[in-house]
Each structure stands twice: as C-alpha cells, then as structure tokens.
Nanobody, 123 residues
Framework: QVQLVESGGGLVQAGGSLRLSCAAS????????MGWFRQAPGKEREFVAA????????GYTTSVKGRFTISRDNAKNTVYLQMNSLKPEDTAVYYC????????????????WGQGTQVTVSS
C-alpha cells in the first residue's frame, strides 16, 4: 500500500505559476512510476504528466508541454509538478498517482491515488 498526499494547490491568475507536491509513504517510493492527473467539473479525469522510477524519463499531455515539469526526489519520497504560464483551462483538481509503468496515461493503470488538490486559474 502507498499513501499519497498532494499539496500546493490554490488560486492564481492566468500566466502565474504553482508547484504541486505529492508526498508518499508506505511501500518503497522508488519502486513506482508516478503520474499527475486532473479532473475539471463535469469532465473525466485526464492524464497530465508522468515520470519513471528513476526520474530519467518523463511524459506530458500535449496541452501542458513546455509549461509543466514533472520531477521526483526519491530521497524525499516526493513527486512535484511545476506549472508555469497557467491558463484558465488548467483549472481542475489535480491528483498524483503511483503505478507500474510511466508510459501509461489511463487512470485505471495506476494503483494508488491521493485525495487531490484544487488548482484554480482566474482570467
């Protein structure tokens, strides 16, 4: 079992930045690929970014490429999502998740989930 707790969400103006953190506990953090997903009201949960176990490989959905950066610190059992140049359409609840493969972009492929943190971008 892996417990995940997100933090760092909030209200920001368009063009601003936020850094989300996700602290893990339980089983060995470095055994898992980590992903960030988001869910806006009335929409399905969607993939945002993922990082492999070592941190050497990352993947992003097209709409955030060049603006968001995923990273991890295995010594701190934490994964981060640096979000720059935020847009109103980035408004959602952001979730971190742990899974076996960083290439996976479907929520069902991830094993453990945090409770989410709200990100609101005003225009």
């Amino acid at each position: 079992q892996v417990q995940l707790v997100e933090s760092g969400g909030g209200l920001v103006q368009a063009g601003g930045s936020l850094r989300l953190s996700c602290a893990a506990s339980g089983r060995t953090f470095s055994n898992y690929a980590m992903g960030w997903f988001r869910q806006a009201p009335g929409k399905e949960r969607e993939f945002v970014a993922a990082v492999c176990r070592s941190g050497g490989h990352t993947g992003y959905t097209t709409s955030v490429k060049g603006r968001f950066t995923i990273s991890r610190d295995n010594a701190k059992n934490t994964v981060y999502l640096q979000m720059n140049s935020l847009k109103p359409e980035d408004t959602a609840v952001y979730y971190c998740a742990a899974g076996a493969y960083w290439e996976k972009v479907v929520p069902a492929d991830y094993l453990y989930w945090g409770q989410g943190t709200q990100v609101t971008v005003s225009s």
